[in-house]
């Protein structure tokens, strides 16, 4: 994984807020705290929109960086946005499928990736 952007001792502070505006659902997070013991940054911003009763469409945006470790100067950054849709089966059953695309940068180096999630969600 990634040194930097990688997932491992996380603490955040988050201030977030949703607004609704007629049948749409915006969704704003920011986010501080710290990454591996180093100082680090984001920004959330969603939108939901229901089709139908059964049916949703969201979309986000989100943003990440924070100070590459041995140095004050340099910042490793990642980008995301995603298209999701929901589905509701019956009272019990939700389906999900959600497009993601992804960069970073860190080390001098770019990486981009591309991603199709599919869930099947049962309540409990």
Do not use: C, Y
């Not at 990634?2 to 491992?8: D, H």
């Not at 986010?31 to 009763?53: I, K």
């Not at 389906?95 to 869930?119: G, Y």
Request: hydrophobic share 40%; glycine share 10%.
């Amino acid at each position: 994984g990634s040194p930097v952007l990688g997932w491992a001792n996380k603490r955040r502070l988050a201030l977030d807020a949703e607004v609704e505006r007629g049948v749409d659902l915006f969704h704003f997070e920011g986010d501080a705290g710290t990454d591996g013991g180093r100082a680090a940054s984001g920004m959330w911003l969603g939108w939901t929109r229901p089709l139908s009763a059964n049916d949703s469409l969201e979309t986000v945006a989100e943003t990440w960086r924070q100070p590459e470790p041995g140095t004050r100067l340099r910042v490793s950054r990642l980008w995301g946005a995603w298209l999701g849709a929901e589905h509701r089966l019956d009272g019990l059953r939700t389906m999900r499928a959600a497009l993601r695309w992804s960069q970073s940068r860190e080390d001098d180096s770019h990486h981009s990736a591309l991603s199709l999630t599919i869930q099947l969600v049962r309540q409990f």
